[in-house]
């Protein structure tokens, strides 16, 4: 697997608590499962939480500023994924600020990961439009907008569309959190299709992620939901991680407009 | 759940259309990036050329951006307190 070949994607959203290190721990994990080499990049410096997701916060040495000021190795830093043999995990440093790095040493830690033989990088955008955007997106090569259906969520999620473009990261992914069929189904909720309306037609939909449960419990245990069988959330995440590897997967045929997303809980056996 | 009046007299607006309405102006708003200071010195420039012709209510003017149909307009209101007379 030749360099050229690796992916580098960032995820972001401008608001915080979207849900981009849920996104970046599943997608990444998905991503491996399907045979992936992937290293996944905490760069929300100060604010660590990529390493919870993914149940590997006991096993840190070091992080990512040991790398850049050179008291570790990048290989030495690089976690192991306890359950998935092909991820790694690079941790963000939780004693230090967003000016600890900077975009070229982000591209260089990035270039390195790509002469490992990386197949994808992906990269957990801190909140904000700030420095700590700037070093994340520094070295992507496509980005990954995660918005909720909700007013101000998709208002920061337009800015950050606007300021990707600025950094040459035009028509990013679109991935739309948390969204609740019923709400949707009684116009109590902006559909997905209206996310998509006021956001324009630069962003491409990548995938639906109902409002889950399973997310909570699952981040709770550190086990990504997409690596357990059976609940909605983790099916939509690997339909997303096979989605980027170029398959073309139907959406969970928007879950909200048909009453689909109650069906398919029924068949998966949860009482609702 | 619409109730038995709305349905028989036209429909209110539901939520996810007032979110949705509300968040394509914010967004032309937004969008249009209109710097403050701009705004400022375009609302003394109005003023100026308006105070030749009337007595404007200073208080009361209001420069705002606002949705057109298909774009946005410079919306503004501005109370005449009387016509000059000279
Ligand atoms: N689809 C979802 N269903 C339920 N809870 C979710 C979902 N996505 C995210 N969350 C919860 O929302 C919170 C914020 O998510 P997180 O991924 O940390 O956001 P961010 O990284 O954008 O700040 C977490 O507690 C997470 O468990
Ligand atoms: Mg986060």
Same mark, same amino acid.
Request: net charge neutral; hydrophobic share 40%; charged share 25%.
């Given at each position: ?14 608001? /915080? /608590? ?16 399907? /045979? ?29 500023? %040991? ?48 002469? %490992? ?76 299709? %209206? ?63 048909? /009453?689909?997303? %109650? ?10 | ?6 349905? *028989? ?7 996810? #259309? ?26 003394? #420039?109005? *003023? ?9 209510? #200073? ?28």
């Amino acid at each position: 697997m030749s360099e050229n070949n690796t992916r580098v994607i960032v995820i972001t959203s401008g608001k /915080g /608590g979207v849900g981009k290190t849920t996104t970046t721990a599943n997608i990444g994990t998905a991503l491996a499962n399907m /045979g992936e080499k992937v290293a996944l990049l905490d760069a929300d410096i100060g604010l660590r939480n990529l390493d919870l997701a993914l149940g590997l916060e006991n096993r840190i040495v070091y992080d990512i500023v %040991d790398v850049v000021e050179g008291r570790a190795k990048l290989r030495q830093a690089l976690i192991k994924d306890k359950r998935t043999q092909n991820l790694a995990l690079l941790p963000a440093a939780q004693t230090r600020d967003k000016s600890a790095v900077n975009p070229a040493q982000m591209r260089q830690l990035i270039q390195e990961l790509r002469e %490992d033989g990386y197949t994808f990088i992906i990269i957990d955008c801190p909140a904000g439009i700030e420095q700590g955007f700037r070093n994340a997106t520094a070295g992507a090569t496509e980005a990954i907008v995660v918005t909720n259906p909700e007013m101000s969520s998709v208002r920061d999620a337009d800015r950050i569309i606007g300021l990707l473009e600025a950094q040459d990261l035009r028509n990013p992914y679109l991935i739309v959190n948390r969204l609740r069929p019923k709400m949707v189904k009684n116009q109590e909720m902006l559909a997905v299709e %209206d996310v998509q309306d006021v956001l324009g037609s630069s962003v491409k939909l990548l995938g639906i992620i109902p409002e889950d449960e399973v997310i909570i419990t699952s981040t709770n245990k550190g086990e990504p939901a997409a690596t357990l069988e059976g609940n909605l959330a983790g099916q939509a995440y690997r339909n997303i991680a096979r989605r980027l590897r170029g398959e073309t997967v139907p959406f969970l045929d928007l879950e909200e407009k048909t /009453g689909f997303l %109650d069906r398919l809980k029924g068949l998966f056996g949860s009482k609702k | 759940m619409p109730s038995l009046f709305e349905r *028989l007299f036209g429909k209110r607006e539901k939520p996810a #259309e007032t979110a949705k309405n509300r968040l394509k102006l914010v967004l032309m708003h937004d969008r249009a990036d209109i710097p403050g200071p701009m705004m400022e010195q375009m609302r003394q #420039e109005i *003023l100026t050329v308006l105070s030749k012709y009337v007595v404007i209510d #200073e208080q009361h003017l209001d420069v705002s951006i606002d949705k057109a149909d298909g774009g946005i307009a410079l919306v503004a209101s501005i109370p005449i307190v009387r016509v000059n007379a000279d």
